[in-house]
């Protein structure tokens, strides 16, 4: 068990819709990484937050949003879905301050997405 | 900016055969460097690490050296299993800016067939 927990674990959707993904990081994990895998593409970043705040962007369209909130779980908004976002997406924590970049990331079991 | 290259797969070895996946990557100053392994339907789990030039991380048979001089942390194993079959990343870590920013290669699916 990583310690980190998403919900939920199967979405099946219409395309144009909006969902949201939530992501609670392990116990002490101040950074929360969410990572797009399809297929065919690998693993895609998307965004990191660290103690709340936006640290870095990666693909993530707009019509994609995140945030981090102050008991620092996090949430990962899709909208005006297509069927191109059906995915696995993934979300993951670490220690993620600078002095301790030998901390390794944890994931969760990631959410499965289908949008039909 | 970080990168990290792998070699792309699918890789398929027999059972008990030597495996090497190569992993290079660039980066300013001295990164941690991590190897993680996927099996189906799971979510990615950390399998080694090394933190400092010459640091060799190991666990459950693999091994990976940390080569400044070469920038790579290829990773080994003398004799694999079908259980083996799984994805493996690499990737790194550095901590300038004041937080961590970790780098994914692409993934190798690995295949080892009885």
């Known amino acids: 068990d990583s310690g980190v927990t998403q919900t939920p674990k199967h979405l099946i959707t219409a395309t144009g819709q909006r969902v949201t993904l939530r992501c609670s990081p392990r116990s002490g994990d101040l950074s929360v990484y969410w990572y797009q895998q399809s297929l065919d593409q690998g693993l895609q970043f998307l965004i990191q937050y660290y103690n709340g705040e936006e640290r870095a962007k990666g693909n993530i369209l707009e019509r994609f949003s995140a945030q981090q909130f102050p008991d620092l779980h996090s949430e990962l908004n899709l909208s005006s879905l297509e069927l191109g976002d059906s995915a696995l997406y993934f979300c993951a924590s670490s220690a993620g301050r600078g002095d301790l970049p030998n901390s390794p990331l944890h994931f969760g079991n990631g959410t499965r997405l289908t949008v039909t | ?114």
């Open chain 2, 1 to 114: 900016g970080n990168s990290v290259t792998q070699m792309e797969g699918p890789v398929t070895l027999s059972e008990e055969a030597f495996l090497t996946i190569n992993c290079t990557y660039t980066a300013t100053g001295y990164p941690s460097l991590f190897w993680y392994v996927q099996y189906p339907g799971e979510g990615l789990q950390l399998l080694l690490k090394a933190t400092k030039a010459d640091d060799k991380g190991s666990n459950k048979g693999f091994e990976a050296t940390y080569r400044k001089e070469t920038t790579s942390f290829h990773l080994e194993k003398g004799s694999v299993q079908v259980s083996d079959s799984a994805v493996y990343f690499c990737a790194l870590s550095d901590g300038s800016g004041g937080y961590q920013k970790v780098t994914f290669g692409i993934g190798t699916k690995l295949q080892v067939i009885p």
